[in-house]
Nanobody, 129 residues
Framework: AQLVESGGGLVQTGGSLRLSCAGSGRTFSDNAMAWFRQAPGKARWLVGAISRNGDRTFYTESVKGRFSISRDKAQNTVYLQMISLKPEDTAVYYC???????????????????????WGQGTQVTVSS
């Protein structure tokens, strides 16, 4: 089973990008999903996450109102729509699927790294000033 991110690239300040995370090898439709990011020399931080049933989301404060996470269970895919991008959004963005062995409720949104079991390889997002 794997997660594959796409959609990263170079964009100017104020621009938009839409990241995609496609699951393969198994269905992730029953897992909570998230996007993390890691800038050079910094830790990997949660950007946004969505619950198993998609009715709850969480965003880190710095991206609220600009980023939106969504999922298409039929396509086994999660998206991160990013608008009004800033240079400080520059990072490698990673998709993650939450652990399925902890009995999370359908509306629970995991917020810590250790709650996520599957990780993609990452896609680079660079925002030029």
């Amino acid at each position: 089973a794997q997660l594959v991110e796409s959609g990263g690239g170079l964009v100017q300040t104020g621009g938009s990008l839409r990241l995609s995370c496609a699951g393969s090898g198994r269905t992730f439709s029953d897992n909570a999903m998230a996007w993390f990011r890691q800038a050079p020399g910094k830790a990997r931080w949660l950007v946004g996450a969505i619950s198993r049933n998609g009715d709850r989301t969480f965003y880190t404060e710095s991206v609220k109102g600009r980023f939106s996470i969504s999922r298409d269970k039929a396509q086994n895919t999660v998206y991160l729509q990013m608008i009004s991008l800033k240079p400080e959004d520059t990072a490698v963005y990673y998709c993650a699927a939450a652990r399925a062995d902890r009995g999370y409720s359908l509306s629970y949104v995991p917020r810590t790294r250790d709650e996520y079991e599957y990780w993609g390889q990452g896609t680079q997002v660079t925002v030029s000033s």
